[in-house]
């Protein structure tokens, strides 16, 4: 496949036609900026319309050189390692992901998957817990990105997000940036697509399991939007081949983006999705089946997030603003042996719900070889929860309680990252501070402190070698937080962040022809984990089941390590015919009440 030109016309338009259908990307090289490389893209019948935002070069040149062909593995300065870009290539055709974006990201270098029963999209980032990743959707965080998720946790069977939408997922399991803070395992940045400003195109999709309806266009010469919605039948499907639980689902999404001219810009966005979770008798006897009949409870959730994104471009800085409110309504319910003829039998009645109104500020300016990024967050959390359960121990308890939880957080960030002229050498540095009203000790956004340094050079041609340490600190679960006793008393409130350092060392090569290699030697050392009073196991391991965790007695005193090395590559041979693969070789341990360390 060849490589084809276009000149833009004075507004910066541009179009290129008679393109087969396939796998590309654009590059923009204008005199006096950066060059642009665009993430990959899917051509159709349809055509695609791409956007290229480009920044003006720190210094005046007088001549430019355009390669016929650009490196497909775009570089994050800010974080040289441990970062990933999945482009739709990999998204569409990676083999068993079925385009859920959950299991496209669980084969990357350093993530582990639980499929308990093969039924979970569970992420485990370099020895981490499920409950330590941190998803956003085009800058706005959203709890989660599963059907049924884990309350306190993450993961699900079924993936949220509507895989057509996606344009690129940055996927961070390390080194993460200043602005996306409370994680310790790994960000996932989604990132959608543009609404067609040209054609409006509808789209009906009846599979397997599901069925959806969706749309790409635009409003208005300055609005474009995506909207989808689906529903899915995996019940009756479950039912037929004798499997335990009888799952279904609905979701739907939308994003609208207005640009009032060259500088001002409104992005409204919207996830949802509606889960009902029940029990299937009749599944042969096998044992396996009964095991999880005996366990599983019957569940409802809602799930959704409503936010907007405002950005300002002035000079060679923009200003971005991000508002969103997040909710979460969870029900379970489990009658001893399934018989629900008498009250008698119930074990778990549980309601909770998760509300969380989020605002963030961020401003990056270019001075010369600096690029400068500065800016603050600002939450209200609500939790509520009214939990009956009967807890079968050594000695039954009986646990019932009602909880309201009502309390601030705030973060200040700033980040400098410096690239050398001739694009060899780059250097960053950058600093988070969280805190909250919860605890007096929480309080202090001094007692959470995280700077982070990172290092790249290129040593010889496209082989780049990259270091980086960081402390890194996420906030417990609102489950945990808001637990009480019978008498209704908050049991954790000594609770402390979870504090995570880490270092990490590598050796990367990529070229213009679509090769990648890279090995990577990382080392993460934990403190403050959350260990069960109860039964003295590390509340992680109890986060790839579905229902809730972290709903207990906790004392925030668990010692934890992991390290190991990656060896990643990927070879983009064609827009028909790719090779990737990965290897992770690591080990995790945390340290028990006796000062001993245990394998994960």
Do not use: C
């Not at 003006?56 to 016929?68: D, F, G």
């Not at 990933?84 to 992901?97: D, F, L």
């Amino acid at each position: 496949k060849g490589t084809k030109y276009a000149i833009s016309d004075a507004q910066g338009k541009f179009q290129i036609n008679n393109l087969p259908a396939g796998a590309y990307r654009i590059q923009v090289d204008i005199l006096g900026y950066n060059q642009y490389i665009s993430e990959e893209f899917m051509i159709s019948n349809a055509g695609y319309f791409i956007r290229a935002e480009i920044e003006q070069e720190s210094r005046l040149l007088n001549q430019i050189t355009v390669k016929p062909k650009a490196d497909p593995f775009r570089r994050f300065p800010e974080s040289p390692l441990s970062q990933r870009s999945i482009g739709v290539q990999e998204i569409e055709r990676n083999p068993g992901a079925n385009r859920d974006i959950s299991r496209v990201v669980g084969s990357l270098p350093g993530v582990g998957s639980v499929t308990a029963g093969g039924y979970r999209n569970d992420l485990l980032v370099r020895g981490g817990g499920p409950s330590e990743n941190k998803f956003f959707l085009d800058g706005i965080e959203i709890p989660t990105i599963n059907h049924f998720s884990t309350q306190g946790s993450s993961g699900g069977p079924v993936g949220i997000i509507d895989a057509d939408f996606i344009r690129e997922v940055d996927f961070y399991g390390g080194t993460f940036p200043v602005n996306k803070g409370g994680a310790i395992s790994s960000v996932l940045d989604f990132k959608l697509k543009d609404g067609d400003p040209v054609n409006n195109s509808y789209k009906f999709t009846l599979g397997a399991s599901e069925a959806g309806i969706s749309s790409n266009g635009h409003l208005s010469n300055r609005t474009n939007y995506l909207v989808s919605a689906r529903t899915s039948y995996l019940q009756f499907l479950f039912k037929a081949i004798g499997l335990p639980f009888l799952p279904s689902f609905t979701d739907a999404q939308f994003k609208i983006e207005t640009r009032f001219d060259n500088k001002h810009e409104l992005t409204i966005l919207g996830l949802a999705g509606f889960d009902n979770m029940t029990l299937n008798d009749d599944t042969g006897g096998k044992e396996e089946n009964e095991y999880i009949l005996a366990y599983l409870p019957v569940i409802q959730q809602e799930v959704f997030t409503l936010g907007a994104a405002y950005r300002y471009f002035y000079g060679k800085n923009n200003l971005n603003l991000y508002l969103s409110h997040s909710y979460l309504n969870n029900r379970n319910i489990k009658y001893r042996n399934n018989d629900e003829s008498s009250e008698s039998n119930l074990t778990l009645r549980y309601k909770s719900v998760e509300q969380e109104t989020k605002f963030r500020l961020e401003n990056i300016s270019r001075i010369s070889d600096f690029r400068l990024t500065a800016g603050f967050g600002f939450d209200m959390p609500q939790y509520s929860n009214d939990t009956y359960q009967k807890v079968f121990l050594s000695q039954p308890v009986t646990i019932n309680y009602n909880s309201d939880l009502n309390f601030v957080k705030y973060a200040l960030f700033t980040n400098v990252n410096y690239t050398s002229p001739n694009k060899k050498i780059s250097v960053n540095l950058g600093a988070r501070a969280d805190g909250n009203s919860f605890s007096s000790h929480m309080s202090n956004p001094l007692n959470q402190f995280s700077p982070r340094l990172s290092f790249s050079y290129e040593f010889a041609r496209n082989l780049y070698l990259n270091w980086a340490i960081g402390k890194y600190y996420q906030l417990p679960p609102l489950t945990a937080m808001g637990f009480r006793d019978n008498a209704g008393e908050l049991v954790n409130k000594d609770l402390k962040y979870i504090k995570s350092y880490q270092a990490a060392l590598g050796v990367d090569f990529r070229n213009s022809e679509g090769f990648q290699f890279g090995v990577e030697f990382f080392h993460k050392l934990n403190y403050n984990g959350l260990y069960s009073v109860n039964d003295s196991i590390p509340v992680e391991g109890k986060a790839t089941n579905y229902g809730v965790v972290g709903n207990e007695e906790i004392s925030s005193q668990l010692e934890s390590k992991a390290f190991g090395a990656e060896f990643s590559f990927r070879w983009f041979v064609s827009d028909k015919f790719n090779l990737i693969s990965s290897i992770t070789l690591f080990r995790s341990q945390f340290k028990n009440n006796d000062g001993q360390w245990n394998a994960n």
